[in-house]
């Protein structure tokens, strides 16, 4: 897989991006493993900016291993800092999808109550409505009236 080329102002971007972010993976004597690149993966793929802290004193290790986890997981290699190494990778966007039935949700309204005695100031509640009532003009909560039910020969003539 490609490693993905940034220039140095993208990387510095991407350090200032990574400075208050912990160390999602860590990586321990057993080395980089198969399940642990599968974690570094899945981290990128949710977070796209992550930091792996790697338990090894060998800096020309910890400098092989950033390289070959940029490539084979085509990232780009941002930064390697003591036993920090940071890994970026663009996040792949989820088509979200939208179901017609979907209903509204609860909402919450500011309703006045106005007092029968003059010179009284109006009461503020605050109603939550569902998304199968609705609010009357004065002020009440009703449940929205159900739709008809449609026999099946008539579904079957439109």
Do not use: C
């Amino acid at each position: 897989m490609p490693l993905i080329q940034l220039t140095p102002a993208q990387r510095k971007e991407h350090r200032a991006d990574a400075h208050h972010l912990d160390p999602v993976v860590m990586v321990g004597n057993d080395g980089l493993t198969a399940n642990v690149k599968k974690e570094i993966d899945a981290a990128l793929n949710a977070h796209g900016l992550i930091k792996v802290r790697v338990f090894s004193d060998d800096r020309v290790a910890r400098e092989a291993m950033f390289q070959l986890l940029a490539e084979e997981l085509s990232a780009a290699p941002i930064q390697h800092i003591g036993k920090l190494l940071v890994l970026w990778r663009p996040k792949v966007d989820k088509e979200k999808t939208v179901d017609e039935d979907r209903m509204a949700g609860p909402r919450d309204v500011k309703v006045l109550k106005y007092s029968k005695r003059a010179g009284q100031r109006p009461e503020v509640k605050t109603l939550r409505v569902l998304g199968n009532q609705r609010l009357t003009a004065g002020g009440n909560v009703k449940r929205a009236k159900p739709k008809p039910q449609v026999s099946v020969k008539k579904r079957s003539q439109t």
